[in-house]
C-alpha cells in the first residue's frame, strides 16, 4: 500500500514533506490538488513523488496521490498562521530546520567524529499549547470518540479528522462538540479518527483506532506494511465487535522498566578471552538481571568506519566484525529474552559514513547511480551537522534512499524490541511516521524511542513512544552543579505539559550517556547519588548508562569492573528495587507538589500518588544530611535505607529518601 498516510493538521507557514509509502524507486507518482480553501494559490509541482506542502490559506485541503496501483486521498487540516506552535520550536519535518548544517555553528566536540548525540539545541517551545487525549469506546450501534482537552487558559475548540485510508464517507460521522460518532453500519474493517485542541494554537494530535475483530470468512485484513494479523479462534466474537486501540500510548511494559545502556565496544572491559563482545557483554546478563535492568539498549552493532562508538555505519544490513556475526547478535538478544530483558536496537537513518561504498562511488562524481542519494553542499561537499567530517546526510526527496533505509528496518525489527533512533530531529516526520505503522503493524509493543535535543512535543504525532527528557537532564546538571535549587527538577518535569506533549508521553530519565561526560565527574559524589534517586522517583523510564552504577569516570572508556565503588553499585541496587516494589514510583502516578521546608536549597521534596497510595520523596544534592519537614503524616521509615529519618527538627536525608504517606 503506498498511501501517504494520516491525515495532517498544520498552520499557514508551516510545511510537512509529503511522500509514497512502502515506494517502488522505479515507479512514477505524481501529487495534485483536488480541493483547497478560499483564497489559496497553492500549486504543487509536476511529477514529483516526494514534495514539501506548505499551506497558504487556513482550511482544508484534499490532495491526491497517483501511484502505479490506484489514486490516494489525503486530507490536511490547515489552521491560521497566528495558531502555528512552532515559533520556537523547528517542525520536525525539516530535516532538522537546518540548525547545525555544515558551514553554521553548534556544538563541537574535540576529537570526536561520532555522528550523533546532543544534537541540536534549539530554544524550547513556549508554553502555551493545548493538549488533548481521546478516548474510544463502542456504544450500541455507534463508535464513539470523545476528547479530553486541555487549555492553558480559558476554552477552546477540538477538530476531528477521519483517516482517508480507511475509505469512509465523511457524510456518515457526526461531530457535536467533543464528540464524535459513526455508525457500526458505516465502518469497514478499521476506522482511524484523529483530534486536536485547539485554541491560540492546536495540540499535538491523538488518535484512535477501531478494529473489526472478524470477518465473515473468520479471518482479518492485512495491515499496513504487507503485515497480517493472525487469524481468531473459531469462537471469535460476531462480526460487528470492534477491537479499541490507542496507537500513541506506550507500550505497557515501559511502565515499570529500567533501561541500561551498553556502549559495545566498552562495557565489558578486556573481552579478549571471549568469542566475540557479544558473548562477553552476555556473560553480564546475569549481572544486569540482578540490577533490576529490564531494557537494554545497545549503541549501534552494523558495520562501520572502525570509529568505535559505531554511528558511521557502512552497512546497514551487517553486523560489524569486529562485534561478532549474526548468530552471535541473535544468541545475545536471545540470552536476554531468558532472563525477561528487552534488547533496544540503535537505529542510525540520517546519514551513511562517507565510508559507506554508496557514498565513494557518488563523491565528486555527478553521474554516478548515487550521487542523488545524497544532500550536497553547492560546494560539491556533503551536507552534515555541526560539520561532522565522517559523514554524509542522506537525501529523503529520493525514494530509493527510503527503500533502502525501510528495508533496513525490516531487517532488524525481526531480531530486536524497540529502536532507540538516532538523531531523530534530523529526519522527516513522515519518514518516522511511515517507520512506526510499519513496525506496529507487525507489533504494537515494540518500543519507539526518540533522540532530539531538546526534545520536540510533535515527535509524540504517531512517531514515537518515549522521548529523551533532555529538559530533566540539563536540569539536573545544573542543579548539581549548584546553580539552580532542587526545586527546578519539579518545574523541569512541570515543563512536559507546558510545552505541549500529550499526557500520555513517556519520558526517559537520565544523568549521561556515551555522549556526556559522567555526572559524578561534572558534579561530585553527593549530587550524584541524589540525581540517582531522581532516575526512580520522578515519573518516567529510568535508564542507566553502563559504568554510571560503578562510579565509572570515563565516558566511553573500557568498564572498570575490578574498580567499581561498592558504595555506588549498592546504591543503584537499592533504588532499582525500591522502583521495583512500590508501585507508585512507576507507571502514571501523579507527581504533586507539597508544600515542605528545609535548611538548604539543595533539598527538595514532593508525593507520588497512584491507586494503592501516596509516598513522599525527599532528595538532597548536598553535602551531609538536610533536614526537611513536610506538609503532610509520613512513617519515618526511610524506604531506601530501611532506617527511621526522624529527628526533633524533621526528618534527616543524606541524598534520597521515600516515606509512605499516613
Known sequence: MQHPGPPRFLAVGESVQLAPRDPDPDAAYEWWL???????????????????FEPDAPGTYELRLETPDRTHSLTVRAFADTRSPNHAEPRSGDSGGGAGRSGESGPQRSGDARASGSGRRAEAAPGNRPRIRLRGAVEGDDLVVRADPSYPTGDGDVAFLLDDRDDLNRDDATVRGREFRLPVAAAGDRVRIHGVAVADTYSVPDTIEFTRVA?????RSDTEGGASVDAPAADAPPTDAFAVRRPNDPPAWTDDTTVYEVYVRGFAGDASDEESVF?????????????????LWLTPVLENDHAPHGYNITDFFSIAEDLGSREDYEAFVDAAHDRGMAVLFDLVMNHSARDHPFFQDAYGNPDSAYYDWYDWQDSGEPETYFEWEYIANWNFDNLAVRRHLLDAVDEWFEVADGFRCDMAWAVPDTFWQELRDRVKAR???F???????PYVPDFHNGMFDVHFDTTLYFTLRQIGRGHVPAEAILDAVDGRAEVGFPPHAGFLLYLENHDETRYVVECGDDAAFAAAGALFTLPGVPMIYGGQELGQRGRRDALAWDDAREEFHDHYNRLSELHDSVPELRGDAALTRIDHKTDTDSAVA???????GTVVCVLHFGGGPATVTVDRAVDPTDLVSGESAATADGLAVDDVAVFRAE
Open 215 to 219: 470477518l465473515p470468512d473468520g479471518s
Open 279 to 295: 558473548t562477553a557483554i552476555e556473560e553480564r546478563l546475569d549481572y544486569l538481571d540482578d540490577l533490576g535492568v529490564d531494557c
Open 34 to 52: 483536488r480541493n483547497t480553501p478560499v483564497g489559496s494559490a497553492l500549486e504543487l509541482p509536476d511529477r514529483t513523488a516526494v514534495i514539501e
Open 606 to 612: 514532593f508525593a507520588r500518588e497512584g491507586d494503592s
Open 443 to 445: 507489533d504494537h509493543e
Open 447 to 453: 518500543l519507539l524511542v526518540d533522540e532530539t535535543i
